[in-house]
C-alpha cells in the first residue's frame, strides 16, 4: 500500500477503513455522500479510490492476489 511517509500535510486515514468503505460503496452502489460515518469522511474515500485507480495501486494489488491464488492452486 502506498505510503504517506515523507508527504507534507495530514498522514493517511487507515488503508484498512477506507478500503473497506470503497468495497461497501462497491457492494451497494450508494452514492459517495451516503457511505456511513464508520467509514471516515466521504471525501477521503473518493479521493483515496480516485488516487489508486490513477496510479495503478488497484491493478497491483489485483495482481498480486491473483499471483498468491495461483501459487496456492485456487485459480
Not at 12 to 25: A, K, L, N, S, T
Not at 38 to 67: E, N
Amino acid at each position: 500500500m502506498p505510503s504517506s511517509d515523507g508527504q507534507r500535510g495530514r498522514p493517511f486515514r487507515d488503508h484498512r477503513q477506507v478500503i473497506e468503505g470503497i468495497v461497501y460503496r462497491l457492494r451497494t452502489g450508494v452514492a459517495w455522500r451516503d457511505l456511513p460515518e464508520s467509514f471516515g469522511p466521504w471525501q477521503t474515500i473518493w479521493k483515496r479510490h480516485k488516487r489508486f485507480s490513477t496510479d495503478g495501486t488497484w491493478d497491483k494489488i489485483h495482481a498480486r492476489l491473483v499471483a498468491e491464488a495461483d501459487a496456492a492452486g485456487a485459480v
